[in-house]
């Protein structure tokens, strides 16, 4: 009699599925962390559970996904500091390509040039020649040295030829009260905290850092369109990464799962426009491509603009 040979394996997901957030509660991250584990759970039938992990600018959570199980039980939401911070850590527990799979890019941040009102310029190529002909004059607000706010700008002075004065805040917070008063000039951030500004006119809006237009602004260019820097091209992501060796129907699972949530026209409308995010949704080979390119690009910017490193 022929034997028969039965997979016990339990089918995926068979237990509460957690994703780990590297930043507090409030954030984009932890919105579309808390987007997903609602969602998912109405098509997969378990319990997707939120964790904040908080620390060393998003490194503990990190690390900590990176000696989870590679089971699909443990996912963590990456921003784009997943692949900055190996140019600011001398030493880092992990690998940022190498001991993770990429599971799908889920959301971009679109960035923004913002000028205060006593900056007499209405548009990039005005704001850049303002910048050229007063060097070291112009200053610019960021969430802290490393962030995509220093970088965006640091690329901005790079390929634009100009000196500016980085102003340094602890977070993004404070930013918006220095452009309307004026302690700073400028800033490149999160469009999501700046629509009602520049709607209420306490605050210009000149270029969008990506590489598209948006339709909540349909009067404001891309700064690669409006100034001489073609080419310019800056957004702030967040994606899902699982720990390196997931099974590859397990990463498939994921990405189908939640491509579905983010591409959903009515949670783009609803949920993602609302909070100044854009769904995007890629295959994890696009998604891999995309983290090992941004590795490469923002460590030259790090190194041309001579930013220390964190020993």
């Known amino acids: 009699m022929q034997a028969v040979f039965v997979n016990a394996q339990a089918p995926y997901p068979s237990k509460p599925i957690r994703i780990i957030v590297p930043f507090p509660p409030g954030g984009a991250n932890d919105f579309l962390a808390r987007l ?3 969602r998912m759970f109405q098509n997969i039938g378990q319990p997707i559970i939120v964790e904040n992990k908080v620390g060393a600018a998003g490194n503990i959570a990190t690390e900590y996904v990176a000696r989870q199980p590679a089971d ?20 880092l527990p992990f690998d940022p390509i190498k001991d993770f799979e990429p599971v ?12 205060s009102p006593t900056i007499p310029a209405n548009n990039v190529r005005e704001f850049i020649a303002l910048a050229r002909a007063k060097p070291g004059t112009i200053t610019f607000g960021t969430a802290g040295i490393g962030t995509p706010h220093h970088l965006a700008a640091e690329l901005l002075k790079s390929m634009a030829t100009i000196d500016m004065v980085h102003v340094p805040y602890k977070g ?15 800033a490149i951030a999160a469009i999501n905290s700046l629509i009602p500004l520049i709607k209420a006119g306490k605050i210009r809006a000149l270029g969008l850092a990506g ?15 409006n100034g001489p820097v073609p080419g310019y091209d800056v957004d702030s992501w967040l994606a899902i990464l ?13 990405n189908t799962e939640i491509n579905r949530i983010v591409r959903d026209p009515q949670v783009m409308a609803e949920k993602l426009a609302p909070v100044g995010l854009k769904g995007a949704g890629t295959t994890p ?5 995309i983290m090992r390119t941004d590795l490469a690009k ?3 910017v790090v190194k041309d603009a001579n930013i220390p490193r964190n020993e």
């Open 104 to 115: 799908t890019l889920a959301v971009t941040i679109p960035f923004v040039l913002v000028v």
């Open 285 to 289: 080979e696009r998604l891999g491509e």
């Open 36 to 38: 997903l584990a609602e």
């Open 72 to 91: 699909g039980y443990t996912l963590l939401v990456s921003a784009n500091t997943h692949i900055t911070n190996p140019s600011f850590f001398a030493k």
């Open 298 to 300: 923002w460590a030259k």
């Open 211 to 225: 590489p598209d237009r948006l339709t909540i602004l349909p009067d404001v260019p891309t700064i690669a369109e």
């Open 172 to 186: 993004g917070g404070p930013i918006i009260p220095a452009l309307i008063t004026g302690e700073v000039n400028s």
């Open 242 to 254: 699982a720990p390196v060796g997931t099974p590859k129907h397990i990463v498939s699972r994921l």
